[in-house]
């Protein structure tokens, strides 16, 4: 199993640490398998210049391959309508955080919980805190960070890479899941 070291040294994740994403099938593989999965978009999508494109642009097409619905934190929702993209629904990134925690909750479309949560553009400070909630209150509920950069707390993080390797992952998931 391979491993990897937090993208901030100094926290200390526990003895429980997310899965390292050596292959992006494996992410395609979890997405295929859920019932409900949901991708949570951060600020830091439409400020991430990789490749030609910017982070959101990779985040609109990984929800268009399976009907993913995003959840667009922060002010971030305007710059999906801005692409054409009106699926997005919009709320703070914390509010969604304690959602995915209340056994009570019914999604964001009242059909029942969600069982995979994928994360991309979030500041990495706050991505740690969340995934660390979500570890341990989220019941039953699998989490993947997108980002480049390894996160812990999340059940499934790629290890922390370069840019060119990123964006060859993210357009394999995309590929793979059916997309463009």
Do not use: C
């Amino acid at each position: 199993m391979a491993t990897a070291e937090p993208w901030q040294k100094a926290e200390i994740s526990g003895p429980t640490k997310a899965l390292v994403i050596t292959k992006p099938e494996v992410v395609v593989a979890l997405v295929k398998r859920a019932k409900r999965p949901l991708l949570i978009v951060g600020h830091e999508a439409a400020e991430i210049e990789i490749g030609d494109n910017i982070l959101l642009d990779f985040a609109i097409r990984i929800s268009a391959t399976g009907k993913i619905p995003i959840v667009a934190t922060a002010h971030i929702v305007g710059e999906f309508a801005k692409k054409g993209f009106q699926a997005a629904l919009s709320m703070p990134v914390m509010d969604i955080a304690n959602r995915l925690v209340d056994s009570e909750w019914k999604g964001l479309d009242g059909n029942g919980r969600y069982d995979l949560v994928m994360f991309i553009g979030i500041p990495y400070y706050m991505e740690w805190l969340i995934f660390s909630g979500l570890k341990h209150f989220g019941q039953n509920l699998k989490t993947i960070s997108l980002d480049s950069h390894y996160h812990p707390h999340a059940s499934w993080s790629f290890p922390n890479m370069s840019e060119k390797d990123w964006v060859q992952n993210l357009e394999i998931i995309i590929s793979k899941l059916g997309g463009e």
